[in-house]
Nanobody
Framework: QVQLVESGGGLVQAGGSLRVSCAASGLTFRNYVMGWFRQAPGKEREFVAGINWSGDKTYYADSVKGRFTISRDNAKRTVYLQMNSLKPEDTAVYYC?????????????????WGQGIQVTVSS
């Protein structure tokens, strides 16, 4: 049974930093592209960042480029999202996802497995 479990969310002031993690089990982690998505209240879920299997290729949404960093540790089967210079508009439930494609996808349908999500709230 595949499980993706996010941790590290919470409340932070604007301009602050937060790191969320996603621990995977039940799958051969290094075979999967990993992505982070988010969903703000009243909005559709959107792509945030993705990383290829080896970690040497990443891709970011324009809204987070230069502020967020995605990374992975295949030995620990964990993917991370370091979020700096946070803004109130970054407030959302953040989801990690695992995709079986060879390339980093930005669409939800390109990912096979999803975590339950974790709340990140940025106060102004």
């Amino acid at each position: 049974q595949v499980q993706l479990v996010e941790s590290g969310g919470g409340l932070v002031q604007a301009g602050g930093s937060l790191r969320v993690s996603c621990a995977a089990s039940g799958l051969t982690f290094r075979n999967y592209v990993m992505g982070w998505f988010r969903q703000a209240p009243g909005k559709e879920r959107e792509f945030v960042a993705g990383i290829n299997w080896s970690g040497d290729k990443t891709y970011y949404a324009d809204s987070v480029k230069g502020r967020f960093t995605i990374s992975r540790d295949n030995a620990k089967r964990t993917v991370y999202l370091q979020m700096n210079s946070l803004k109130p508009e970054d407030t959302a439930v953040y989801y990690c996802a695992a995709g079986g494609s060879l390339r980093i996808g930005i669409m939800e349908g390109e990912y096979n497995y999803w975590g339950q999500g974790i709340q990140v709230t940025v106060s102004s």
